[in-house]
Structure formats: structure tokens, C-alpha cells
């Protein structure tokens, strides 16, 4: 098993990195990042929302609520008021933040939610065809599982409707009885409970 406070370390590193980019002058805000978690799994979506730069968290606002960004910093809006989609350069640019946390982490398993995030590691010409599935992956000279989610915004209700309501609860299960999952709660369930101890006057 990796060293778990070298990895911590390495992370803090990188964050304290990632948090003063600036490879992207169209972006609206400077990166946001969830800070230094040592996990085994990965949750990746497209990008932080408007609400994300004010609450200096991912995944804090609506979308994130129902479920590591691909990219870090709010992308902005488009003409007609909805989130901006990240431009190709913009996903290269922030994929090498991505390269080195996955190197640093070594996760077993990586969810991707969204289309886009989904296709920076395997080919998703239709959701379909990806979600409910599991994949063995690799990318940064990693192989993890990958087990894939639809977005949960409310622009789509493609989770919401057959097939892709199926689709999704088929992909929970899978994530669910995933053996990190499993790992997870066995380690919480040993872990030293903290008790209070109630005095007297």
C-alpha cells in the first residue's frame, strides 16, 4: 500500500500548484479544488459552475448536490445564459492537473460524470452505450476501473427517462458493490469511533 502521508504531502503539493494557474485567460475564475483528500476513488466532472468560485469547492451547487473537476476554473457563460462548455485547449491545458493527481492517488476507481469527462478516457459517441458499464482504463500510466454517470444538471432529463434512468440505477449498483467501495466502509467500520466522555462539575 502506497504511504499514505507521502501521498498526502505529494497532493498538497500539487494543489498548492494547481491553485495558482492561471494557463487559461477566457476562464472566469482561478481554479477551485476540494483540497488535499487521499482517496482511492476519483469523481470527475466538466467543470465548476458560477456558485463553485464563491463557495471555493467543487461539486457545491445543484449539480454537484445530486451527485475533481476535468477543468478547474469556471468556464463562464454562453450568450444565451448557460455554463460555457470548456474549449479543447482549455481541457488540455487543465488534463495535466488531472495526469498528476491520478499519478499521485493511484485510484482504483474513477467515475466520470458527463459526456465530456467521460470522453477524456474512453470514446462515448452516446450515453447508452457507456453508462451502466464498467471499463478497465488507463490513462497517466494508471489502469483503474472506470464506471461512468450521466450529468445530473436539470438541462437534461436523459437520467430521468428511460433508458437512461435504467441506465443510471444499473451504474450506482455497479459503484455501489464496487470492491473500493466495499474497502471504504470495511475501514470505517474499524476506525477508532471518537466518544465524548461527559464530567461531572
Excluded: Y
Aim: net charge positive; hydrophobic share 35%.
Amino acid at each position: 500500500m502506497v504511504n499514505h502521508s507521502r501521498t498526502q504531502a505529494r497532493l498538497g503539493d500539487h494543489v498548492t500548484h494547481l491553485m495558482q494557474c492561471r494557463r487559461c485567460p477566457r476562464m472566469q475564475s482561478t481554479p477551485i479544488s476540494g483540497g488535499v483528500v487521499v482517496s482511492d476513488i476519483m469523481l470527475i466532472g466538466q467543470a465548476p459552475g458560477p456558485r463553485e468560485p464563491v463557495l471555493q469547492r467543487p461539486f457545491a451547487h445543484t449539480a454537484g448536490r445530486t451527485l475533481f473537476q476535468l477543468c478547474r476554473c469556471f468556464p463562464g457563460k454562453t450568450p444565451s445564459g448557460g455554463d460555457r462548455v470548456p474549449a479543447p485547449d482549455e481541457i488540455h491545458n487543465c488534463s495535466s492537473w488531472m495526469d498528476e493527481e491520478i499519478k499521485i492517488l493511484r485510484p482504483r476507481l474513477i467515475i466520470p460524470v458527463g459526456r465530456l469527462a467521460i470522453a477524456q478516457f474512453i470514446n462515448c459517441p452516446k450515453l447508452d452505450e457507456v453508462i451502466g458499464r464498467k471499463f478497465r482504463v488507463e490513462r497517466a500510466q494508471h489502469r483503474f476501473d472506470l464506471i461512468p454517470l450521466p450529468h445530473p444538471s436539470g438541462a437534461s432529463p436523459w437520467p430521468k427517462i428511460p433508458p437512461g434512468k435504467g441506465l443510471t440505477e444499473r451504474a450506482l449498483r455497479k459503484i455501489a458493490l464496487h470492491p473500493t467501495i466495499a474497502d471504504l466502509v470495511d475501514r470505517d467500520r474499524r476506525a477508532p469511533k471518537l466518544t465524548s466522555i461527559a464530567r461531572s462539575p
